[in-house]
């Protein structure tokens, strides 16, 4: 069964904080994205990256970085949380260029991080 | 990549047929439709994907009309349990940068 998998479920920081939200998949895929997710906004997609040190800025990149060292592995690094940085994060991994055709894009079960 | 626009939200009775329509007027050639469920605290996941015409699966059933310019999922027999947000998605073959719209969030009463 396909897996992918957040390490954090549920976090509370603080105000400046540096926070590391990591995700693992075992399918071998190449393309990893991270996503927010907030009441009315729908999913927005913070990075993506199509392989391994590779990296591109989604819709909303302010405030985030990422890293790929390994191609099962993608972290998303708030270098100084800020309160509205409050939100769910999802991170999700496909094979590329099969999105759109008949292969689909896999989804963690998400993290709620707040920022206080 | 193509713009989607869906409804906001839209309310249902257990047992009815529920469809959804998506609406992607600059749609390109090589573009297919996706359909994701997202049920609350969880990641999206696949429901349905298709080119043109009809398809169905043992859950939902995808409607393309001949121009493509939109698309319709419908849900037979609705219960309680398909309430949840559902995103139209259309993306080329190849394109690797997935967006997604703000979804449809069906809410299914008993």
Redesign the interface.
Known sequence: DVK?TQSSRYLVKRTGEKVFLECVQDMDHE?M?W?RQDP??????IY?S?DVKMK?K??IPEGYSVSREKKERFSLILESASTNQTS?Y?C?S?S???????N???????SWLTVV | LAKTTQPISMDSYEGQEVNITCSHNNIATN??I?W?QQFP??????II?GYKTKVTNEVASLFIPADRKSSTLSLPRVSLSDTAVY?CLV?????????????TRLHILP
Not at chain 1, 104 to 110: K, M, P
Not at chain 2, 91 to 103: S, V
Request: charged fraction near 20%; hydrophobic fraction near 30%; avoid cysteine.
């Open positions: 992918v393309n994205f996503y009315g906004l729908g999913l927005r997609l993506f199509y591109e989604g819709d769910m999802l999700a496909a590329p260029g099969r999105t759109s055709s008949g689909t894009i896999y989804f963690g079960e998400g | 573009d297919y996706t994701y605290s969880q990641g999206p996941r696949f994907q995103y993306a080329p073959t190849g394109d690797d940068k997935i967006i997604f719209g703000k979804g």
